[in-house]
Nanobody
Framework: QLQLDESGGGLVQAGGSLRLSCAASERTANRYDVGWFRQPPGKEREFVAAIRWSGGRKFYGDSVKDRFTIVRDSDRNTVDLQMNSLKPEDTAVYYC??????????????????WGQGTQVTVSS
């Protein structure tokens, strides 16, 4: 069973950057699509970004496109989320999720099999 562990969250000022890391218990590049989701306070969970295990194609939510980058580091066996130009509305608990590839709809969290415990990101104005 795949285990995922997020790290890198914290408090940052608007306009700043953070890099989240999702460490996996086995090599996700072998067969897992990996996604990042977030849940702002009082709101529904939303899709942030995802990367295919086969081919490495990347996908982004509209609100983070051009600001966030998802990166698979095979040497470290992590999938990182580089977040730049952060805004207060990016404040949320961020989760990484793994699904046996191919996940049919990467933007649908119900299609992922494994989830991390989440890491808090707070962006102050």
């Amino acid at each position: 069973q795949l285990q995922l562990d997020e790290s890198g969250g914290g408090l940052v000022q608007a306009g700043g950057s953070l890099r989240l890391s999702c460490a996996a218990s086995e090599r996700t590049a072998n067969r897992y699509d990996v996604g990042w989701f977030r849940q702002p306070p009082g709101k529904e969970r939303e899709f942030v970004a995802a990367i295919r295990w086969s081919g490495g194609r990347k996908f982004y939510g509209d609100s983070v496109k051009d600001r966030f980058t998802i990166v698979r580091d095979s040497d470290r066996n992590t999938v990182d989320l580089q977040m730049n130009s952060l805004k207060p509305e990016d404040t949320a608990v961020y989760y990484c999720a793994g699904g046996l590839g191919p996940v049919l709809n990467l933007r649908d969290g119900t299609q992922y099999n494994y989830w991390g415990q989440g890491t808090q990101v707070t962006v102050s104005s």
